[in-house]
């Protein structure tokens, strides 16, 4: 209805209601005649038009009054105009969001099938058919068998199900009503100086849509003078106010921007160190209009930070190129999984093929973050019964590595598998060479069938241990590392770092008082006589832009930092007491509360008791109580009575830090040995080898945090020394004045000098196995660790509880060949506190222990030999004649540890370093034939016991090669 129809009802309305008012019900003639002059005065627009007063004549309130009444007209008809324009809005939207997902759906199926074509047209050379899965629908899903919403059809793949009562989504509503945020824009391929021409919020969106599930969002236009791509980075509290964090194990966003967007998620504590989540990539590719999961291993976080990149610009305009960024409905949560879920297709027929299915190849696209599986399962469909348990074939995908003898290809009928074990040859035999490589016979006498090509797979390493003796380097980075060459030429270079360090109570100095005592893994850089321990009373060191102490911040953290009805006996005079915690809240809700012993009272601060302010002992403490109380004179708390007391402790505990003695920072108080206390350290060092400053990314300039002040080179201005991590300054260089720099530099980060050995073991049995041991006397100062399924028990006399399957055991450990007490030599030989082997294949707890679940795969005689290079131990090769040969002598190579217990034929244990031996698997063809018309699919996905309860493994397509 357009808007002249809208005044036109709307006079028609009023003639009749005042004509009805007068008793007269008005005639089509009489709304006529009340039509005209006001179908003359709108003809050109509103009903109101300007009356002006005579001045000095008396005013004219009839003529105010109509024109405040054609105003209010004017704006009711220009409201139901704007309502009328949103209302249509939202229906259009509405249906484009409906074109939207549909047309995505069909395209999604549409790159299914090109996908499955593509993979059963690959390297084909039969006639071959293909089905597939994307889990854009359940019309291939068997909902009867497949664990409930183990399908997640919004993000498209099978997965872990929450688990709801463990379910928690953070509040985000502090950045609701956000119209604007602070984010960097810069270029991903460096163009001339000063190409970024515009950073800013597109009209009409809001930072804050970003946060919300409203059909609104946020997008971030940028604009720069080439067409390499953009990145925007920008960084988010996840609470509106300041805590000891969030914990979070997914990340779900949706992408409004206008191509695929690449993103990388950081967390932080502090708003200093950021690290990435546990099990993540370096980027996720988010395509547009998109929701995408993220999920990784449990973090506490209080601060999150995206980085998000586009190739192609949106909007090309001569030379300028625009890229638009934007999300909604970013959510962050903590979810608990239930262990195991399993997927089941409906049966699935191939189109096109003649005659029955005989082999079956898989690709899938999946995730599977550390201590997750997924396992994979073909069975022969019947219409009469569903598949037994020896029906379901295990299958591996194509692109996966074997493990465990699974083959890629399954057989229906016309194929045989065989396991063939292979004693090491005493003395080795050398089968050929070739390049002057010597080729290694393993089998003295022919296998008894000849495998089919690609269906053999060589497993070593029975009753070892896989040995990576790789050390490799991590770069960190420094940025604005405040330099003060006031008090000498020569200054150390520093780095900040916040760890999880050592907790131990030792005393200060002999006969001194026991003190908690905080070892972090280097030295910390502390000069007393122009730093400070920590930070002033005033300070902030995440702003600071001038830092001139060694500890940043030191915090206690406990699962529950809330104590309840701590039990206290009141003084029987009225002296301080100290309850069992140092460092509590001094406001809010986190303020001491003092009760009788039932409850029943709640004593009054001031007039029964008084709480001790820290800054009383100690000026330079912040507002926090010491943990001292005492009864006053003019109160009900007698001597001696039971009391209870409920409190919350402060985690800034920066204020005990006493002194600092190399590596080891002592607190001022002993805050005792509680099972689920533990400290985080923010501290500075100085990079020093191995960990030394790489030259080539040095950047010092004059000013913090921008390149707009003076920036200084190299020779002329200073002088570097990596090896001791200091900086001199040059007196006749271009630093002069303040004498103070910032500087930027990255260095590397060197490994301890241990080596890590694997081993992977089977617990065939249904019930966990629980085992204890006594200490094995690991040298953890040396950084050597033991750790189950990536569950460090360094310290611990029991192994984790070890549920069916397979198990993965870590050792860190110095080299055995220079230490007989090497952590590997020591955990080898464990025993139980029975006296009995742990460690032994087919022994009391394992049914299998092997180096490596990944096998040596099959080569051509002639590819192994003439193509294969001589370091390259992961691949072997079958001769005509029926030799297994590798290109390296059988136990020779560092990669294989063998010293441990074996059981020997008499089934007594020896303990010892052995021969390497093997095991053969591989399929065979023989002369059956049954006929497969449809087959199903399973997929069974699984977290370990010790995993964090919010990661999952996840299968987001499937494509089946039929034959």
């Known amino acids: 209805m357009s808007i002249i129809d809208k005044q036109i009802n709307k006079k028609v309305e009023e003639i009749t209601l005042e004509s009805l008012r007068r008793g007269k019900v008005p005639a089509a003639r009489d709304i006529a005649i009340g039509l005209k002059p006001f179908m003359q005065k709108v003809a050109s627009g509103p009903s109101f038009s300007p009356r002006f007063q005579p001045w000095r004549k008396t005013w004219d309130y009839v003529a105010t009054n109509q024109s405040l009444k054609d105003i209010k007209f004017d704006l009711d008809i220009a409201v139901e105009e704007v309502v009328d324009q949103l209302s249509k809005m939202i229906r259009r939207n509405a249906f484009v969001e409906l074109a939207y997902s549909s047309q995505k759906m069909q395209i999604e199926t549409l790159i299914g099938t090109l996908t499955n074509l593509l993979f059963v047209s690959k390297n084909t050379d039969d006639s071959f058919a293909g089905v597939f899965d994307t889990f854009t629908d359940l019309s291939k899903v068997d909902v009867r068998e497949t664990t409930q919403d183990a399908v997640d059809l919004s993000e498209g793949c099978v997965l872990l199900p929450a688990n709801d009562i463990r379910a928690d989504r953070v509040n985000m509503s502090h950045l609701y009503g956000k119209t604007s945020w602070p984010v960097t824009a810069s270029e991903v391929t460096p163009g001339v100086t000063g190409s970024l021409v515009q950073n800013e919020v597109v009209p009409q969106s809001a930072f804050g849509n970003a946060f919300s599930d409203m059909v609104s969002s946020w997008r971030q236009v940028v604009t720069i003078g080439n067409n390499g791509g953009a990145r925007i980075e920008f960084t988010i509290p996840l609470s509106g106010t300041m805590a000891e964090g969030v914990t979070i194990s997914r990340i779900g966003i949706t992408s409004s921007a206008a ?338 012993a039932s409850g029943s009272v709640t004593y009054t601060e001031g007039k029964d008791y008084e709480l001790e302010l820290e800054s009383t002992v100690d000026p330079n403490a912040p507002n926090v109580l010491s943990g001292r109380f005492r009864r006053l004179s003019t109160g009900s708390i007698q001597a001696g009575a039971a009391i209870k007391v409920s409190y919350i402790l402060e985690s800034d505990i920066t204020y005990m830090v006493d002194s600092i003695r190399t590596d080891k920072i002592f607190l001022k108080k002993d805050l005792g040995n509680v099972p689920d206390q533990y400290f985080l350290v923010t501290f500075r060092f100085i990079p020093r080898t191995p ?195 590798v290109n390296f002598e059988p136990g020779s190579t560092e990669e294989i540890y063998t010293y441990g217990y074996r059981l020997n034929e008499s089934n007594t244990y020896e303990l010892d370093s052995w021969p390497e031996y093997w095991t053969l698997d591989y399929s065979y063809k023989t002369e059956e034939a049954t006929p497969v018309e449809k087959i199903l699919v399973k997929a069974i996905l699984r977290r370990g016991t010790g995993t964090d309860g919010g990661v999952t493994p996840k299968v987001h397509e499937y494509h089946i090669r039929l034959a």
């Open 259 to 596: 191509d695929v967007m690449y993103v990388s998620v950081l967390g932080s504590l502090d708003n200093v160190n950021y690290t990435k989540f546990a099990g993540l990539p370096e980027e996720i590719s988010v395509a547009s209009g998109s929701t995408t999961n993220i999920d990784f291993e449990s973090a506490r976080v209080q601060f999150v930070r995206f980085s998000c990149r586009l190739n192609n610009p949106t909007v090309v305009d001569g030379g300028s190129f625009g890229y638009v960024f934007g999300f909604k409905n970013i959510s962050f949560y903590k979810l608990g999984r239930v262990i195991e879920s399993q997927f089941v297709s409906l049966p699935l027929a191939p189109t096109g093929l003649d005659g029955g299915i005989d082999k079956v190849a898989m690709n899938v696209v999946e995730d599977i973050p550390r201590g997750c599986s997924i396992d994979y399962f073909i069975a022969p469909y019947s219409a009469t019964a569903a598949p037994t348990a020896d029906q379901w074939r295990p299958i591996t995908p194509l692109n996966r590595q074997a493990v465990d003898g699974i083959s890629k290809v399954v057989r229906f009928g016309q194929s045989t598998d065989k396991s063939v074990s292979l004693p090491p040859l005493d003395p080795a035999v050398i089968y050929d060479t070739v390049r002057g490589i010597d080729l290694y016979q393993l089998n003295e006498d022919p296998l008894e069938f000849e495998p089919t090509f690609h269906t053999a797979f060589l497993r070593r390493g029975d009753n070892s241990w896989f040995r990576n003796t790789q050390r490799n380097a991590v770069i960190r980075e420094a940025r604005d590392a405040f330099i003060d060459f006031t008090s000498g030429d020569v200054q150390n270079m520093y780095a900040v770092a916040t760890q999880q360090p050592d907790v131990t109570q030792e005393p200060k100095t002999n006969g001194g008082a026991n003190l908690t005592a905080l070892t972090v893994d280097r030295a910390i850089d502390y000069n007393v006589s122009t730093m400070l321990l920590i930070p002033g009373k005033n300070t902030n060191p995440e702003t600071d832009q001038r830092p001139r102490y060694a500890i940043y911040k030191v915090q206690r953290l406990r699962d529950n930092m809330t104590v309840t009805n701590e039990s206290v006996v009141a003084p029987s005079d009225f002296s301080w007491k100290q309850l069992a915690n140092y460092g509590i809240k001094a406001t809010g809700t986190g303020r001491p509360v003092i009760k009788n």
């Open 691 to 885: 960990n030394k400053i790489r030259k080539s990314t040095l950047n010092v300039t004059s000013s913090y945090g921008s390149t707009s002040g003076t920036s200084y080179s190299e020779g002329p201005d200073f002088i570097v020394d990596t090896s001791q991590g200091t900086i001199t300054r040059v007196p006749t260089g271009r630093i002069q004045g303040t004498l103070q720099v910032y500087v930027d530099f990255q260095y590397e980060e060197q490994p301890p000098d241990l080596d890590t050995f694997t081993t992977w073991v089977r617990v065939d049995s249904r019930d966990p196995l629980e085992i204890s041991f006594s200490p094995p006397g690991l040298d953890i100062d040396a950084g050597e660790r033991f750790a189950v399924d990536s569950i460090d028990i360094s310290g611990q006399t029991t192994l984790p509880s070890l549920g069916f399957g397979w198990h993965q055991i870590t050792v860190r450990s110095r080299r055995p060949e220079a230490v007989g007490t090497a952590a590997i030599n020591l955990i080898a030989k464990l025993t139980d506190r029975n006296g009995t082997p742990i460690f032994v294949s087919g022994g009391k707890y394992f049914a299998q222990m092997i180096a490596s679940r990944e096998p040596l795969f099959q080569r051509t005689y002639i590819q192994l030999a003439k193509n294969t290079p001589k370091g390259d131990h992961g691949y072997f090769a079958i001769t005509s004649e029926g030799y297994v040969v």
